[in-house]
């Protein structure tokens, strides 16, 4: 499966909310999913239901699709979340690839293969400048993160900060992404309080993140 693909999803599923009003499911502080993580997101966030939309993602990217390790990544790829806040709306969206579904594993050696091909991804939909990379654990899971600045294309006009976070777990492959409006989303994506497999909660982006290059 390319690396492109977790970004795929990410923008494919979330770029339209950018632009309009979503119909608003109940807002949640704290996302669990049965891959083995949490999510904590501020109760007045907007969690969306992209799921109306997914086979369709997943249509569009079966059909680009090169090899038959790469489409059986496409029917087991999840949005775990989709939430939005704000006008111009800053948007988060958590992707997951259970290794069960997949019939493959990865470990923290694969984490720089599949983290890195965010930018490809991303370029489709966005134009994107300035990217800083950081690599730091949390517990026992080394975490890959990318931040930069980006506006959709043909919309110049608006800004946004874009930042990916990736890590391996023991149940599958896990990617975070925001597309920040403004520092409050950005701040509020970093900050949200993570759980990894079952170990103790921390911020899913530190302070530091960005001091180090990934390996």
């Known amino acids: 499966m390319k690396p492109r693909l977790f970004t795929a999803f990410l923008v494919l ?12 499911a109940p807002a949640t502080q704290t ?3 049965d891959m083995g993580f949490t999510y904590g997101i501020p109760a007045d966030w907007e969690v969306v239901d992209t799921q109306p939309s997914l086979p369709v ?12 390790d790469e489409k059986k990544g496409i029917a087991c790829v999840q949005i775990a979340l989709t939430a939005r806040h704000g006008n111009p709306a800053s948007v988060v969206v958590v992707v997951a690839l259970p290794f069960d579904c997949f019939g493959q594993t990865m470990t ?11 930018s490809e991804g991303l370029k489709k ?14 517990g026992t899971h080394s975490v890959w993160v990318e931040r ?17 976070v990736c890590s ?11 597309m920040a409006a403004d520092d ?21 982006v530190p302070a530091d993140a960005f001091q180090k290059k990934p390996s």
């Open 125 to 138: 939909t966005f134009e994107i400048s300035d990217p800083v990379y950081g690599a730091y654990s949390l």
């Open 168 to 178: 391996v777990l023991k149940k599958g492959a896990v990617c975070w992404m925001a």
């Open 31 to 33: 996302h669990a999913s």
């Open 13 to 24: 599923c979330c770029a339209p909310l950018l632009a309009q009003a979503p119909a608003a």
């Open 148 to 164: 930069a600045a980006g506006s959709m294309i043909g919309h110049p006009e608006v800004k946004y900060t874009i930042e990916t």
């Open 108 to 118: 923290e050696k694969d984490l720089p293969g599949f983290a890195t091909g965010a």
């Open 57 to 68: 993602v997943k249509q569009q990217q079966t059909q680009t699709a090169t090899s038959e």
């Open 184 to 204: 409050a989303g950005l701040q509020t994506f970093e900050k949200g309080a993570v759980t990894l497999d079952g170990e103790a909660p921390a911020a899913l």
